[in-house]
């Protein structure tokens, strides 16, 4: 193909690109951003050039740009904590015509090498296809950790670890295989947590840093489905509680936050140093309720892991003064940062085109708007180990199908403008039609084939025993 030489002609205008990663801050070991020029021409032509040195030039027919893996990952190790360049030159009617440059900030933080979720279809009524998948972030590289037809097609949800480690790693399954999966020495280990002093069954796992305890959410859930255009499903808990398993002791009990049943409590989430539990509360609703008058708040109770005490809750955002709804609340590795989703009511926000993404300093309580939010949804999130990188679900593609996005944030818990997971295929997203649910960062390989699920899934789970004290 032919490269530009001799007279090249300027153009000011900006070329839009698709996937937009312009003007991002990637990580150092992040896999190539491939992208499609939305621009005609009949060549197209990229130098992407380091501050720090290296070069690397790609040619296409159709302004689809592929980089090499190899070449990418040399440039940007090369060009650490500094700026890469990008220059494109298209080619019209047998002349070049160059457009100005856009950039990327390498930042020296590296991400976690691996990312899980779950793929499904955007729709609430079907289930016959849903994965867990690992995805290297390093790479193009995937692979199916859960597959749901390996198990007579039961839904499986709510992955979870503890510090980012596949040595804890869990997820649940419903249906006639149900059960609480825990992979234990390698091995898979079914558990039914639910016991007969339980009205319902946990949900919403959150492992304790020391990984003797998981925090859950016991809820009772009612769909409610509506024939307006923008607003098809609402998801609310007629009632919920908070409920911890001891891990060594096959132990489920209460968390005794509200012993007069007075709230809904739900979306537990431990803090690093294992002290303090936060959680989302609202009032127990009546019988005649509106949905839309559901609001929860943010608490958290002190915890002492010796002797699996709680003290009392404390309120620590109170979302229903201004009128708003706190769900999934996630604090940064290194303790200082807490961001959590706000949405106008409830506690599900995947189906509530205004959720958005804000964060909390835990040292003084103040409350901003994250910068990375949309006009769509923005929901669920997970931090990385060193507390730099945010992946979090965003419907602002189409406004139906989730994809992940990641960002980077700062000591103050600022983060930068998102750019949406790399693929190798730079159309992908426009073709690919399933959600990307929960999407978790990893530091090591959950050493799972689907297959593997079928011992333990027919296996008698084993039963969870309510503690006494």
């Not at 720090?52 to 190790?77: C, H, M, P, Q």
């Not at 109770?301 to 003290?311: G, H």
């Not at 229903?320 to 940064?332: H, L, T, Y």
Request: charged share 25%.
């Amino acid at each position: 193909m032919s490269t530009p030489n001799g007279d090249i002609l300027k153009n000011n205008d900006t070329v839009k690109i698709y996937p937009d990663y312009k003007d991002v801050t990637i990580p150092v070991n992040i896999a190539p951003l491939n992208f499609l020029v939305e621009e005609e021409g009949d060549a197209y032509y990229m130098k992407i050039s380091g501050e720090k040195g290296g070069d690397l030039a790609v040619s296409s027919r159709d302004g689809d740009f592929r980089i090499s893996e190899k070449k990418w990952a040399k440039l940007l190790a090369q060009n650490s904590g500094a700026k890469i360049s990008y220059q494109l030159s298209i080619k019209k009617d047998d002349k070049w015509v160059q457009y100005p440059v856009f950039s990327n900030i390498v930042s020296a933080e590296k991400i976690d090498p691996f990312l899980y979720y779950r793929l499904l279809y955007p729709g609430y009524e079907s289930w016959t296809e849903l994965s867990i998948v690992q995805r290297s972030l390093e790479s193009f590289k995937e692979k199916a950790v859960i597959k749901n037809n390996v198990v007579g097609q039961n839904c499986v949800n709510c992955h979870a670890f503890n510090n980012q480690n596949a040595d804890d790693f869990m997820f649940h399954m419903r249906g006639n295989l149900g059960g609480t999966y825990f992979v234990e020495d390698g091995d898979l280990k079914k558990v039914n947590l639910k016991t007969k002093e339980m009205q319902n069954g946990a949900v919403y796992p959150r492992w304790h840093p020391s990984g003797k305890y998981v925090a859950f959410s016991s809820n009772k859930v009612v769909q409610q489905f509506h024939s307006m255009q923008n607003k098809k499903i609402e998801v609310s808990d007629l009632n919920s509680s908070l409920v911890m398993y001891d891990m060594q002791k096959n132990e489920i009990m209460q968390v005794p936050v509200d012993p007069e049943k007075q709230f809904m409590d739900t979306y537990p989430e431990w803090s690093p140093d294992g002290r303090y539990l936060y959680f989302c509360r609202a009032a127990q609703i009546a019988e005649n309720y509106d949905y839309r008058d559901i609001k929860y708040d943010l608490y958290r109770v002190a915890f002492n892991p010796e002797q699996r005490k709680f003290s009392a809750p404390e309120l620590v955002y109170d979302a229903a003064a201004i009128g708003k709804s706190v769900s999934f609340p996630r604090i940064s590795p290194a303790g200082n940062v807490l961001i959590f989703t706000l949405h106008d009511y409830g506690c599900f926000s995947i189906w509530h085109k205004e959720a958005d993404l804000y964060s909390i300093d835990l040292e003084n309580l103040q409350v901003e708007k994250c910068g990375n939010n949309s006009d769509f949804t923005e929901s669920y999130h997970s931090w990385s180990t060193n507390s730099k990188w945010l992946v979090f679900s965003s419907k602002r593609g189409d406004g139906l199908t989730a994809r992940p996005y990641i960002s980077f944030v700062d000591e103050n818990g600022v983060t930068s403008k998102p750019f949406v997971l790399p693929q190798e295929n730079p159309g992908f997203y426009r073709e690919f039609v399933k959600t990307f649910n929960i999407p978790e960062f990893a530091q090591t390989d959950v050493e799972l084939t689907p297959g593997e699920i079928r011992e333990p899934a027919g296996k008698e789970a084993i039963q969870a025993q309510w503690a006494t004290k």
